[in-house]
């Protein structure tokens, strides 16, 4: 009953307003029903406003009154209001308010009046009938209704058996059985029937019985039995029962219903002679028999998917053996027949969808046509609904086929004339097939083409109006191939025609829909059907059985085997197949040949299957230690990669498996994407690429591919053609590209928290590379339409979708040259017949026009203060050319040429090639060698285009308003060092892009600081490479350093590349000059000492990281070493100490880290073998050696036994040489050019070449230095010597300067044993303690207040030289003034002696020089030493301040007088001692220290101490670091104390002897 409410308002003003209303109301509904609508909606109205008074809202007698004229509107009003009366009658029986049953008593009451008591007494409760008076006792009426009941139903009529005559039955028979193509009809018959029961008293139940036997015998006759039985027949019931007779007739064991039977009763129930409901009770099994059954079914069906699966010991296979027998004992009892299966057939093929629809409801999903003939009898259904449709647009061309003839019944479901009328029968009926369409393998291929044609329309028709429709049918066919198509095609016995003609509706779904039912046949189908579950479990067996037995030796069998299997379960084998390969990857090759059976639709379930095992969130892409990828991970990538190259899969849904995970974040999948890449175009991205390799990959596409990878990738074309198509298609170029290089930073500031800095680093590497290459195949396969369409200017790739720089220009990169090259190429066909000067100027006027835009958009790339320092043009131009355009690299294009040459000689020679074959390969390589020549044409004539575009634009590249240093810190920040990193090819482009830069004689560059800023500071750069990173900077480092070595080589080529260019120009702020004063060149010799520095200060960066412990220092610095072995180490000092280091790395990380040890272990191997190419030091830079020193080259400063390397002693020997070579041009009197060549060379070997180097003021401030000495110079040649206190105080300053050339020997010997941070600390505190010692000589207080506030700043500044050194090594801090100004008080205090001594100069130089080099690192170990020395220079300096008695002063000037005379004559055997000592024992670490002032006593026994100490340090091994440390401290200190008495005594007797 429809609701319905009586608003408020009528209740309350029920007469005015309600009334009225209410009476409107049912009129409306009344007409309404008129029309043909039901009459709920009037019963409702009435009920409604019958609840009102039964509730009490509304007055019995306005309410009867309503009722009453209500009966006027309808005959049938009456029987309504009983109704209604009869639900409440229900409803207020079951309420316990006694009020409300007398509302309602009394309002039927007062209805009697109009409505019928007969009415009432139908419908009412004989309970209600009594309290209304209409009947007398309700229990005497019941007792009443149940015999009426009785006598109507139960009672039955008795007929005389006895009067009934066979005759009569005879005649009937042969009544029914007569001819019937005459003009007999069933009304004829009829009427001799009725009188021959008239006649001979038959029974009209055994007459009808009868007429169904006869029925049943002729069934074909079912126009006219039909009519007959309908006209005959008074109850259906009757008939049931009938049937339902002889059903149970034939439900006995071993009886079989006959069809005939089923044939009569699905007549009867299609023409609605019988009701489905009254029939189905009769037949047999009952329904809860026949869930037990599928239940039975389905379990048995997972038992046996189970034992294929298990490991069957032989005892339990008899046990089975058995139950199998008895099992089958069992089957043999025949049971009963499924009737309802039986009718159900019937009904089938009679047509009737309808009732067999309610039959087959009753039953388990699929039980029905799980039986065979019940499915092609649905079959045989579909087959007549969808023919006229097949006809029109499912039949292909030239296909032949028989046509069906219709079903005659006008009953049976309608056949379907379009697409729409599918819905209506067809694809439910589909739906109840299921799997078992797969006995009808017509009706399914008639299935599958209809859904192609019906795609084809859809995919056409764009009308708007119709597109929810065509969206729904859609659905309809999906659905059909989910539960339908995919399914049936499993059960099928290995039909691949079938799989390739589904696989023609497949690939007309996108690959979403596709790969969503390829899930569901997977991973649900299989489980929901008893049939399904053993197909699986045979599957899954027999794959076994296949992936047991296969070698790359049967293979093709193998592959047959698989190709039948994949036919009809591609989704199981696959399955297996890939868990395999997981586990052992050596079956990858095997297993990708043997998949050449397959068909289209088992390759693109494969393509599936791989992207659900590499989806699969149950396993871990790491291993357990979570520093690598999982190996299941890596064989599944390299499965991808050779799979889909080799087969044409679909490649859009891997790919934007990969988009969806580095949207995600999650960058373990883009292995895939590298196989992927590498495999299908041929595009190798590895650091371990030879130098021939790397050397063809700068050429052009031909010699890349047959020189640039390590196997020559052919066929690539069609492959490669795919994976473009597949990325255009998706539009998924540039958004994997941007995601990729988006996730470099993302792997480690977003993923790297949680994960080993290992795999971050292997994880980074990995994203780089693949950009890279994934880079490198769109620049090569795109169109340049195509590409510059897709890729965005740089200013939005970096600003709106924030990619990095390095990144973005390596996308645009490929852009910038097709856009030149097609305006070159338009300018040439405007002006056809120019020279190859106009060329070129139309060359660098189309430069000019495509990059002037470009040049615009890096500016919002760098804050504004960037573009004060290097020019925009500049930064463009470095980061958009490639090695292409700057160099031909001929000797690879010689090399491949001449390799095709010996080719095509090898195939003349060889006899057993068959003529024509030899002929092909012979134009084969005839091709490829002409292409190869056109190609090194076409680039040699492209690279002297683009050196002439340099030559033109170099003046404006770089600003002469910012210092050179700033310029060299932006090149190398923002240009040289991303870049560098980047790619093998770009570390090899930014090596030759200095040197191009170079040789261009570019104004304002200076290509010596630039060296020396990438020589001097390795360290962090190191450190914070990737592995893959740290191949790539020793590359970039090896390209720089053959650079350096050739120049290094011979004076010759130095002279011609480097002499007269700006940028070998020393004093840095010259600008603009195109080689600047001879004076201010770098000489070929100081050159090389500058060289020999970059090679110190790469031991030492290299020592440092070894020594750190840390695995990503050592990692790194090993392979930076490896890649710079060709140039690094030439030094033999050098080398050892390098030795020395990896040989300790192989010991310490033998145990623990085993790739560190390889590394080492490969380094050290390969460094033994370039020993023979090293050389001495005094080889490798001209270098004076002392007169004393008489020990090899390999002793001097080498490294001893110990593993560090003898930094100090190297320190020494590099500042011994350069100052000796100073001392002795001084003393041949060419003072004035060396001294500027000298101080070039300082500034040249200083640790940056900052900030002091370019000040004006400091070269003022030197010139004023060097005249000041001059002038003392000359005074002191005008001065006589001849006179004896002359000679006495020349001889005093030499043995000064011996003394304290000695003092600095000792010094340097001690800081070997001491750490390197306490050496460099203690070098300005030396310095300055001695410059308080010589002053506070004098006893002048004004001088050591002085001296003090010199100590506090010079503490000050040796906090900001820390603080600078840390800091200065990526981007260099200008070096502070405090170096300049104790090489100019060194250079003042050499000058300043009339005739020095050769040692004494060569001691103060190395001293000058250690200190200057010294000024590069930090220091740290030493403070607590520090503060002990400036506390005894306080001490002393009170001392002096408070005055002895002259007496003492003077008995101390006799006493020093006396010990300096002692000390000159014992010089003389010390120093041959000395030199005996150095050539017969290892002395560089322990000389004996013999400048002590104490007595010759003390002296002999110290000596003796020393000697003894330095045999037993001889005898000992290596020892340890912390012991020599202390040791040598403390010896320090006593010296110093020493020397520093002494120094002050000394100090005031040659005053005093002056004085006199």
Same mark, same amino acid.
Request: with cysteine; proline share 4%; glycine share 4%.
């Given at each position: 009953?429809?609701?319905?409410?009586?608003?408020?308002?009528?209740?309350?003003?029920?007469?005015?307003?309600?009334?009225?209303?209410?009476?409107?109301?049912?009129?409306?509904?009344?007409?309404?029903?008129?029309?043909?609508?039901?009459?709920?909606?009037?019963?409702?109205?009435?009920?409604?406003?019958?609840?009102?008074?039964?509730?009490?809202?509304?007055?019995?007698?306005?309410?009867?009154?309503?009722?009453?004229?209500?009966?006027?509107?309808?005959?049938?009003?009456?029987?309504?209001?009983?109704?209604?009366?009869?639900?409440?009658?229900?409803?207020?029986?079951?309420?316990?308010?006694?009020?409300?049953?007398?509302?309602?008593?009394?309002?039927?009451?007062?209805?009697?009046?109009?409505?019928?008591?007969?009415?009432?007494?139908?419908?009412?409760?004989?309970?209600?009938?009594?309290?209304?008076?209409?009947?007398?006792?309700?229990?005497?009426?019941?007792?009443?209704?149940?015999?009426?009941?009785?006598?109507?139903?139960?009672?039955?009529?008795?007929?005389?058996?006895?009067?009934?005559?066979?005759?009569?039955?005879?005649?009937?028979?042969?009544?029914?059985?007569?001819?019937?193509?005459?003009?007999?009809?069933?009304?004829?018959?009829?009427?001799?029937?009725?009188?021959?029961?008239?006649?001979?008293?038959?029974?009209?139940?055994?007459?009808?019985?009868?007429?169904?036997?006869?029925?049943?015998?002729?069934?074909?006759?079912?126009?006219?039995?039909?009519?007959?039985?309908?006209?005959?027949?008074?109850?259906?019931?009757?008939?049931?029962?009938?049937?339902?007779?002889?059903?149970?007739?034939?439900?006995?064991?071993?009886?079989?219903?006959?069809?005939?039977?089923?044939?009569?009763?699905?007549?009867?129930?299609?023409?609605?002679?019988?009701?489905?409901?009254?029939?189905?009770?009769?037949?047999?099994?009952?329904?809860?028999?026949?869930?037990?059954?599928?239940?039975?079914?389905?379990?048995?069906?997972?038992?046996?998917?189970?034992?294929?699966?298990?490991?069957?010991?032989?005892?339990?296979?008899?046990?089975?053996?058995?139950?199998?027998?008895?099992?089958?004992?069992?089957?043999?009892?025949?049971?009963?027949?499924?009737?309802?299966?039986?009718?159900?057939?019937?009904?089938?093929?009679?047509?009737?969808?309808?009732?067999?629809?309610?039959?087959?409801?009753?039953?388990?999903?699929?039980?029905?046509?799980?039986?065979?003939?019940?499915?092609?009898?649905?079959?045989?259904?579909?087959?007549?609904?969808?023919?006229?449709?097949?006809?029109?647009?499912?039949?292909?061309?030239?296909?032949?086929?028989?046509?069906?003839?219709?079903?005659?019944?006008?009953?049976?479901?309608?056949?379907?004339?379009?697409?729409?009328?599918?819905?209506?029968?067809?694809?439910?009926?589909?739906?109840?097939?299921?799997?078992?369409?797969?006995?009808?393998?017509?009706?399914?291929?008639?299935?599958?083409?209809?859904?192609?044609?019906?795609?084809?329309?859809?995919?056409?028709?764009?009308?708007?109006?119709?597109?929810?429709?065509?969206?729904?049918?859609?659905?309809?066919?999906?659905?059909?191939?989910?539960?339908?198509?995919?399914?049936?095609?499993?059960?099928?016995?290995?039909?691949?025609?079938?799989?390739?003609?589904?696989?023609?509706?497949?690939?007309?779904?996108?690959?979403?829909?596709?790969?969503?039912?390829?899930?569901?046949?997977?991973?649900?189908?299989?489980?929901?059907?008893?049939?399904?579950?053993?197909?699986?479990?045979?599957?899954?067996?027999?794959?076994?059985?296949?992936?047991?037995?296969?070698?790359?030796?049967?293979?093709?069998?193998?592959?047959?085997?698989?190709?039948?299997?994949?036919?009809?379960?591609?989704?199981?084998?696959?399955?297996?197949?890939?868990?395999?390969?997981?586990?052992?990857?050596?079956?990858?090759?095997?297993?990708?040949?043997?998949?050449?059976?397959?068909?289209?639709?088992?390759?693109?379930?494969?393509?599936?299957?791989?992207?659900?095992?590499?989806?699969?969130?149950?396993?871990?892409?790491?291993?357990?230690?979570?520093?690598?990828?999982?190996?299941?991970?890596?064989?599944?990538?390299?499965?991808?990669?050779?799979?889909?190259?080799?087969?044409?899969?679909?490649?859009?849904?891997?790919?934007?498996?990969?988009?969806?995970?580095?949207?995600?974040?999650?960058?373990?999948?883009?292995?895939?994407?590298?196989?992927?890449?590498?495999?299908?175009?041929?595009?190798?991205?590895?650091?371990?690429?030879?130098?021939?390799?790397?050397?063809?990959?700068?050429?052009?596409?031909?010699?890349?591919?047959?020189?640039?990878?390590?196997?020559?990738?052919?066929?690539?074309?069609?492959?490669?053609?795919?994976?473009?198509?597949?990325?255009?298609?998706?539009?998924?170029?540039?958004?994997?590209?941007?995601?990729?290089?988006?996730?470099?930073?993302?792997?480690?500031?977003?993923?790297?928290?949680?994960?080993?800095?290992?795999?971050?680093?292997?994880?980074?590497?990995?994203?780089?590379?693949?950009?890279?290459?994934?880079?490198?195949?769109?620049?090569?396969?795109?169109?340049?339409?195509?590409?510059?369409?897709?890729?965005?200017?740089?200013?939005?790739?970096?600003?709106?979708?924030?990619?990095?720089?390095?990144?973005?220009?390596?996308?645009?990169?490929?852009?910038?040259?097709?856009?030149?090259?097609?305006?070159?190429?338009?300018?040439?066909?405007?002006?056809?017949?120019?020279?190859?000067?106009?060329?070129?100027?139309?060359?660098?006027?189309?430069?000019?026009?495509?990059?002037?835009?470009?040049?615009?958009?890096?500016?919002?790339?760098?804050?504004?203060?960037?573009?004060?320092?290097?020019?925009?043009?500049?930064?463009?131009?470095?980061?958009?050319?490639?090695?292409?355009?700057?160099?031909?690299?001929?000797?690879?294009?010689?090399?491949?040429?001449?390799?095709?040459?010996?080719?095509?000689?090898?195939?003349?020679?060889?006899?057993?090639?068959?003529?024509?074959?030899?002929?092909?390969?012979?134009?084969?390589?005839?091709?490829?060698?002409?292409?190869?020549?056109?190609?090194?044409?076409?680039?040699?004539?492209?690279?002297?285009?683009?050196?002439?575009?340099?030559?033109?634009?170099?003046?404006?590249?770089?600003?002469?308003?910012?210092?050179?240093?700033?310029?060299?810190?932006?090149?190398?920040?923002?240009?040289?060092?991303?870049?560098?990193?980047?790619?093998?090819?770009?570390?090899?482009?930014?090596?030759?892009?200095?040197?191009?830069?170079?040789?261009?004689?570019?104004?304002?560059?200076?290509?010596?600081?630039?060296?020396?800023?990438?020589?001097?500071?390795?360290?962090?750069?190191?450190?914070?490479?990737?592995?893959?990173?740290?191949?790539?900077?020793?590359?970039?480092?090896?390209?720089?350093?053959?650079?350096?070595?050739?120049?290094?080589?011979?004076?010759?080529?130095?002279?011609?590349?480097?002499?007269?260019?700006?940028?070998?120009?020393?004093?840095?702020?010259?600008?603009?000059?195109?080689?600047?004063?001879?004076?201010?060149?770098?000489?070929?010799?100081?050159?090389?000492?500058?060289?020999?520095?970059?090679?110190?200060?790469?031991?030492?960066?290299?020592?440092?990281?070894?020594?750190?412990?840390?695995?990503?220092?050592?990692?790194?610095?090993?392979?930076?070493?490896?890649?710079?072995?060709?140039?690094?180490?030439?030094?033999?000092?050098?080398?050892?100490?390098?030795?020395?280091?990896?040989?300790?790395?192989?010991?310490?990380?033998?145990?623990?880290?085993?790739?560190?040890?390889?590394?080492?272990?490969?380094?050290?191997?390969?460094?033994?073998?370039?020993?023979?190419?090293?050389?001495?030091?005094?080889?490798?830079?001209?270098?004076?050696?002392?007169?004393?020193?008489?020990?090899?080259?390999?002793?001097?400063?080498?490294?001893?036994?110990?593993?560090?390397?003898?930094?100090?002693?190297?320190?020494?020997?590099?500042?011994?040489?350069?100052?000796?070579?100073?001392?002795?041009?001084?003393?041949?009197?060419?003072?004035?050019?060396?001294?500027?060549?000298?101080?070039?060379?300082?500034?040249?070997?200083?640790?940056?070449?900052?900030?002091?180097?370019?000040?004006?003021?400091?070269?003022?401030?030197?010139?004023?230095?060097?005249?000041?000495?001059?002038?003392?110079?000359?005074?002191?040649?005008?001065?006589?010597?001849?006179?004896?206190?002359?000679?006495?105080?020349?001889?005093?300053?030499?043995?000064?300067?011996?003394?304290?050339?000695?003092?600095?020997?000792?010094?340097?010997?001690?800081?070997?044993?001491?750490?390197?941070?306490?050496?460099?600390?203690?070098?300005?505190?030396?310095?300055?303690?001695?410059?308080?010692?010589?002053?506070?000589?004098?006893?002048?207080?004004?001088?050591?207040?002085?001296?003090?506030?010199?100590?506090?700043?010079?503490?000050?500044?040796?906090?900001?030289?820390?603080?600078?050194?840390?800091?200065?090594?990526?981007?260099?801090?200008?070096?502070?003034?405090?170096?300049?100004?104790?090489?100019?008080?060194?250079?003042?205090?050499?000058?300043?002696?009339?005739?020095?001594?050769?040692?004494?100069?060569?001691?103060?130089?190395?001293?000058?020089?250690?200190?200057?080099?010294?000024?590069?690192?930090?220091?740290?170990?030493?403070?607590?030493?520090?503060?002990?020395? /400036? #506390?005894?220079?306080?001490? $002393?300096?009170?001392?002096?301040?408070? *005055?002895?008695? @002259? %007496?003492?002063?003077? &008995? +101390? !000037?006799?006493?020093?007088?006396?010990?300096?005379?002692?000390?000159?004559?014992?010089?003389?055997?010390?120093?041959?001692?000395?030199?005996?000592?150095?050539?017969?024992?290892?002395?560089?670490?322990?000389?004996?220290?013999?400048?002590?002032?104490?007595?010759?006593?003390?002296?002999?026994?110290?000596?003796?101490?020393?000697?003894?100490? /330095? #045999?037993?340090?001889?005898? $000992?091994?290596?020892?340890?670091?912390? *012991?020599?440390? @202390? %040791?040598?401290?403390? &010896? +320090? !200190?006593?010296?110093?104390?020493?020397?520093?008495?002494?120094?002050?005594?000394?100090?005031?007797?040659?005053?005093?002897?002056?004085?006199?």
């Amino acid at each position: 009953m429809a609701s319905f409410t009586l608003p408020g308002e009528w209740i309350k003003n029920w007469e005015k307003l309600g009334k009225h209303e209410f009476v409107q109301l049912c009129k409306k509904l009344t007409e309404k029903s008129e029309h043909g609508s039901e009459i709920k909606d009037i019963q409702s109205v009435l009920y409604e406003l019958c609840w009102q008074v039964v509730q009490g809202n509304l007055k019995l007698d306005l309410v009867v009154s309503v009722l009453r004229d209500m009966m006027e509107l309808r005959d049938d009003m009456q029987s309504v209001l009983a109704d209604v009366f009869c639900i409440l009658d229900l409803e207020t029986s079951s309420l316990e308010e006694k009020n409300k049953r007398d509302h309602y008593t009394q309002l039927v009451g007062a209805c009697l009046c109009f409505v019928p008591e007969a009415i009432l007494k139908e419908r009412l409760d004989p309970e209600t009938l009594e309290s209304l008076g209409l009947i007398k006792q309700a229990h005497q009426f019941n007792q009443k209704i149940v015999k009426i009941k009785t006598k109507l139903f139960y009672k039955q009529q008795k007929f005389n058996l006895l009067r009934e005559e066979n005759e009569g039955y005879a005649k009937l028979i042969t009544e029914l059985g007569q001819d019937l193509s005459g003009n007999i009809t069933s009304n004829l018959v009829l009427e001799s029937i009725k009188s021959l029961i008239g006649c001979f008293n038959l029974d009209p139940n055994r007459v009808l019985d009868i007429i169904l036997e006869v029925y049943e015998s002729r069934s074909d006759q079912d126009e006219f039995f039909l009519s007959l039985i309908k006209s005959y027949m008074c109850e259906p019931i009757t008939l049931c029962h009938i049937l339902g007779f002889k059903f149970k007739f034939y439900q006995e064991p071993n009886e079989e219903t006959p069809k005939s039977l089923y044939h009569i009763a699905a007549a009867l129930l299609h023409h609605n002679l019988i009701e489905l409901e009254d029939l189905y009770v009769h037949l047999m099994p009952l329904d809860a028999t026949i869930i037990e059954e599928h239940k039975r079914e389905i379990s048995e069906a997972k038992q046996i998917a189970r034992k294929l699966v298990m490991v069957v010991l032989p005892s339990e296979k008899s046990e089975d053996k058995e139950k199998e027998k008895e099992k089958e004992e069992e089957k043999n009892e025949k049971p009963p027949d499924n009737q309802k299966l039986g009718l159900l057939e019937a009904l089938l093929r009679i047509g009737d969808w309808h009732h067999a629809q309610i039959i087959m409801n009753q039953m388990p999903s699929f039980y029905a046509s799980s039986h065979k003939a019940i499915a092609l009898a649905l079959c045989q259904l579909v087959h007549l609904t969808v023919e006229p449709l097949y006809r029109r647009a499912g039949v292909p061309k030239g296909a032949r086929s028989c046509k069906m003839q219709l079903l005659m019944n006008k009953r049976a479901p309608q056949p379907a004339e379009s697409f729409e009328d599918l819905r209506r029968d067809t694809f439910s009926m589909l739906c109840y097939l299921g799997p078992h369409l797969s006995h009808d393998p017509i009706l399914f291929a008639k299935i599958v083409r209809l859904g192609k044609a019906f795609m084809k329309e859809y995919q056409s028709d764009v009308r708007p109006e119709l597109k929810d429709k065509m969206e729904l049918l859609l659905s309809c066919f999906l659905s059909i191939a989910d539960q339908v198509l995919l399914p049936s095609i499993s059960v099928m016995e290995c039909n691949a025609c079938m799989s390739e003609e589904l696989w023609g509706l497949f690939k007309l779904f996108p690959y979403q829909h596709r790969y969503r039912l390829y899930g569901q046949w997977k991973n649900e189908t299989y489980s929901g059907h008893p049939l399904l579950v053993k197909v699986k479990a045979q599957t899954v067996d027999r794959a076994k059985y296949i992936m047991k037995r296969l070698t790359k030796e049967n293979v093709k069998q193998s592959g047959r085997q698989i190709g039948k299997l994949s036919h009809s379960n591609p989704t199981i084998l696959f399955d297996y197949m890939l868990s395999q390969i997981q586990w052992y990857d050596n079956l990858i090759v095997p297993v990708v040949d043997s998949l050449k059976f397959l068909t289209s639709l088992n390759y693109d379930v494969l393509a599936y299957c791989i992207i659900e095992a590499l989806a699969n969130p149950e396993k871990e892409k790491m291993k357990h230690d979570d520093t690598t990828i999982s190996s299941w991970l890596q064989s599944l990538a390299s499965l991808c990669g050779a799979v889909f190259r080799k087969y044409p899969i679909e490649l859009a849904g891997l790919l934007q498996y990969v988009t969806n995970q580095l949207k995600a974040g999650k960058s373990f999948d883009l292995l895939i994407m590298k196989e992927v890449v590498q495999k299908m175009a041929g595009i190798e991205i590895t650091d371990e690429m030879t130098s021939e390799q790397l050397e063809a990959m700068t050429g052009g596409e031909q010699l890349k591919a047959e020189g640039g990878y390590f196997g020559q990738i052919r066929n690539t074309k069609k492959s490669s053609q795919r994976l473009k198509d597949a990325l255009l298609d998706h539009e998924l170029a540039l958004p994997l590209c941007l995601l990729m290089a988006q996730q470099r930073n993302g792997v480690v500031f977003l993923e790297g928290g949680e994960k080993h800095l290992k795999l971050v680093g292997h994880l980074y590497d990995q994203c780089h590379d693949t950009l890279v290459q994934f880079g490198g195949f769109l620049a090569s396969n795109l169109s340049t339409e195509d590409y510059i369409k897709r890729v965005p200017s740089i200013d939005v790739l970096c600003n709106q979708f924030h990619t990095p720089h390095d990144a973005a220009f390596f996308l645009s990169r490929p852009m910038y040259a097709h856009q030149i090259l097609s305006k070159y190429d338009e300018m040439k066909k405007a002006d056809k017949g120019s020279r190859q000067q106009q060329k070129a100027q139309k060359y660098v006027s189309a430069c000019e026009q495509v990059m002037a835009s470009v040049h615009e958009a890096v500016v919002s790339l760098h804050p504004a203060r960037v573009w004060d320092d290097i020019r925009p043009q500049f930064y463009s131009t470095f980061w958009s050319l490639t090695m292409y355009d700057l160099a031909v690299p001929q000797a690879a294009y010689d090399r491949e040429v001449n390799k095709l040459k010996a080719q095509i000689k090898a195939i003349e020679e060889n006899p057993e090639i068959p003529l024509n074959k030899k002929k092909k390969e012979k134009e084969r390589c005839t091709a490829l060698q002409e292409k190869l020549q056109e190609e090194e044409k076409k680039q040699a004539e492209h690279v002297q285009r683009v050196l002439h575009r340099l030559k033109l634009e170099k003046d404006n590249w770089l600003l002469a308003k910012s210092t050179k240093n700033e310029t060299i810190t932006k090149f190398l920040q923002l240009c040289l060092f991303p870049r560098c990193i980047f790619s093998s090819i770009d570390a090899v482009y930014c090596a030759r892009f200095v040197e191009l830069v170079h040789q261009q004689k570019t104004p304002n560059f200076c290509t010596l600081l630039c060296y020396d800023r990438v020589f001097s500071a390795i360290i962090y750069t190191v450190a914070s490479c990737t592995e893959n990173e740290s191949h790539r900077y020793g590359r970039f480092l090896c390209c720089m350093l053959e650079t350096v070595t050739r120049w290094h080589s011979d004076r010759v080529i130095y002279e011609k590349e480097c002499v007269n260019y700006p940028g070998f120009l020393t004093i840095f702020r010259a600008t603009g000059i195109e080689g600047g004063n001879k004076v201010d060149q770098l000489d070929y010799e100081n050159f090389r000492h500058v060289v020999h520095k970059w090679h110190y200060m790469l031991t030492k960066a290299s020592v440092h990281c070894l020594e750190t412990g840390d695995y990503t220092h050592i990692r790194n610095i090993l392979i930076v070493l490896t890649k710079i072995l060709p140039c690094y180490p030439k030094v033999l000092n050098l080398g050892q100490a390098l030795e020395c280091r990896v040989h300790k790395i192989c010991l310490e990380e033998k145990d623990k880290r085993p790739d560190l040890y390889a590394l080492a272990m490969g380094y050290s191997g390969r460094l033994k073998s370039q020993k023979v190419h090293m050389v001495p030091e005094n080889e490798f830079h001209h270098k004076d050696q002392p007169a004393r020193s008489t020990t090899p080259a390999s002793q001097q400063n080498g490294p001893g036994s110990t593993s560090k390397p003898a930094t100090g002693t190297s320190k020494s020997e590099e500042g011994a040489s350069d100052d000796g070579d100073r001392g002795k041009d001084k003393s041949q009197g060419t003072a004035n050019p060396v001294n500027k060549a000298n101080s070039a060379t300082a500034k040249v070997t200083t640790s940056n070449g900052n900030g002091a180097l370019n000040s004006a003021k400091g070269v003022k401030e030197r010139d004023d230095k060097e005249k000041s000495v001059k002038e003392k110079k000359e005074k002191k040649e005008k001065t006589p010597g001849s006179t004896p206190e002359t000679k006495a105080e020349n001889r005093r300053e030499k043995q000064r300067e011996e003394r304290a050339g000695k003092e600095e020997r000792v010094a340097r010997e001690g800081k070997e044993k001491t750490p390197k941070a306490d050496r460099e600390k203690a070098k300005p505190e030396e310095k300055n303690s001695k410059d308080d010692k010589t002053k506070a000589g004098n006893g002048d207080p004004t001088e050591l207040t002085r001296e003090r506030d010199a100590v506090k700043e010079h503490k000050n500044k040796e906090k900001v030289d820390r603080n600078a050194a840390t800091g200065s090594l990526k981007s260099p801090n200008p070096r502070l003034e405090s170096a300049e100004s104790e090489r100019d008080h060194k250079r003042r205090k050499l000058d300043c002696h009339s005739s020095p001594s050769h040692s004494s100069t060569v001691k103060d130089g190395s001293n000058e020089l250690k200190e200057s080099t010294s000024k590069h690192h930090t220091n740290f170990n030493s403070v607590a030493r520090s503060k002990s020395r /400036e #506390k005894e220079v306080e001490k $002393k300096e009170t001392e002096i301040t408070q *005055g002895r008695p @002259k %007496e003492k002063k003077e &008995e +101390k !000037e006799r006493k020093e007088r006396k010990r300096d005379h002692i000390v000159t004559d014992r010089e003389a055997s010390l120093e041959s001692k000395r030199k005996k000592d150095e050539n017969g024992t290892n002395s560089a670490k322990n000389s004996p220290s013999c400048d002590s002032s104490l007595s010759p006593e003390k002296e002999r026994t110290k000596r003796s101490k020393s000697s003894s100490k /330095e #045999k037993a340090e001889s005898v $000992k091994p290596e020892r340890t670091s912390s *012991g020599g440390k @202390k %040791e040598s401290r403390h &010896e +320090k !200190e006593k010296k110093d104390k020493r020397d520093s008495s002494s120094g002050k005594e000394e100090k005031k007797h040659h005053k005093s002897d002056k004085h006199r």
